[in-house]
DNA sequence: TTCCAGCATGGAGCGCTGTTCCAGTACTGG
DNA sequence: CCAGTACTGGAACAGCGCTCCATGCTGGAA
């Protein structure tokens, strides 16, 4: 469905997926997620829905489109690092996600939801993908590779979707210090039987950094990884069950 | 806002907050995440939608209540075991989110977007104190306790959030063989080149078991937690930078 | 050059949603 | 018994995703 011959010049400027897929992140940077709006998208593209429906099967899709087009871009720019590096090149690839979602705060939703709707879906993959390469040249046997793959992906997933918002707040730019307050006031005032770890951590939420500790829970998976499934990792013992 | 003095009877059942709540996970239980409506609610309690507004500022609150009753339900169930053992208990407080998820599957998409939405709101935190109090009796020092349990409950909303959806769409079942035979169906068709990792394990997709994965996850992260912040696991050398 | 099939467009409008408003009812303290 | 508060539920509103369809535009055939 995407035999597009040459053309000149249309009415305006020919509408088309990617130019609506373009707006539609510039819409989601702009207004945050309750930006991207059918009524929105018509009027920035100086069209009509059923235009829009043309190109694209409805917003679900388009929402898909948009997210993978982010995704592609950020788990993408390898600038061709010397290979020999794995760890490395993971944290590299985790981090681009990450900073993918500061700059564009929708994604961590979105990611969210389109891990949950369609586990598998073309985002998914493509960062599962980006990952299992470094994976495997991390020496992890075959029979192990989609496990381990699969549990690096699934934390990465978790901790961007949450570390998003921690500087955002419905698009606008939130100060951190008083982000990380208010977080820490709140559990101040649980209730100590019932959290009484939580309220024992709390002071570290207010001095801990964000990427820090994201490559810090990279590092715990990959360190399991390698104990577990690599020959030289053999000697550590697992936690007992 | 909640002096309630003793109510003898009402109109028919008083309505309540909690009664709206049960209702709502109902609801959600029947007919998927797109079966919570105003409207939807409202006929089953035999109301009005001022009367639901009354108790419940809008609709997001009403489904962070119901996820927070379902969670609280779910990482609440310990028998009192026997201490000693917290890598099991963790284990078992994952599995016990993993089998309500499989219970009410839009709880997947739900905590998915509490996640990023309100990072640390009544849910996270409820998960957050649950796995934490067990990393603290796992012996993790003090200064790591916030990044460790941050990292296994990222780990843990990561993996429960995908593997919702592995065996439901829509609210119904579907069988786990034709959806994973779909997957590597789908996967299979990818461009050898763009995707050759993806390619190489599309069996073991077929063959992989949902919890013994999840668990193995929860392993890495364990792992790399007594490796790098438990004396005894000091002597595992954690992977190169 | 002329014509036409059909790709592509955009405006009107449908059904549905979350939410608000408010007049009215049930209950309670004085 | 009554005044006042706590609570109810019906009507209505703005906005959403989406569909329908008459119309415009365009590349190729005649």
Redesign the interface.
């Known amino acids: 469905m995407a035999t597009r011959t040459r053309r000149s010049q249309r009415r305006t400027e020919a509408l088309s997926r990617q130019r609506i897929v373009e707006a539609a992140v510039q819409l989601l940077d702009a207004a945050g997620e309750g930006g991207l709006t059918f009524r929105a998208l018509t009027e920035r593209l100086a069209t009509g829905p059923g235009a829009i429906y043309w190109h694209v099967a409805n917003k679900s899709e388009l929402l898909d489109a948009a997210a993978d087009a982010v995704v592609a871009a950020a788990v993408a720019l390898k600038p061709a690092e010397p290979p020999g ?1 794995p ?2 090149e993971i ?1 590299a690839v985790a981090l681009g996600l990450f900073d993918a979602i500061d700059e564009h705060p929708w994604l ?2 979105q ?3 389109q ?6 879906g073309s985002v ?2 493509r960062i ?2 980006s990952i ?2 470094r994976v ?1 040249a ?1 020496g992890v046997p ?2 192990n ?7 690096l ?7 961007v ?6 500087t955002r707040v419905d698009g606008l730019h939130v100060d951190r210090g008083e982000f990380l307050d208010a ?1 820490s006031t ?2 101040e005032e ?1 209730d100590p039987d ?5 309220r ?2 709390v002071d ?2 207010r001095e ?1 950094d964000d990427r820090e ?1 994201f490559l ?2 990279i ?10 499934h690599l020959p030289s ?1 053999q ?7």
């Open positions: 590096a760890p490395g944290r961590a939703t990611l969210a939801m891990l949950s709707r369609s586990p598998w998914t993959t599962f993908e299992g390469q495997r991390l075959d029979g590779l989609f496990t381990a793959t699969s549990a992906v699934h934390y990465i997933l978790g901790a979707g949450q570390n998003a918002a921690n977080v709140a559990w649980l019932d959290y009484p770890f939580t024992a951590v570290q939420v801990h500790q810090a829970g590092d715990f998976v990959l360190t399991g990884i390698t104990a577990l990792g000697a550590c013992t697992p936690p007992a069950a």
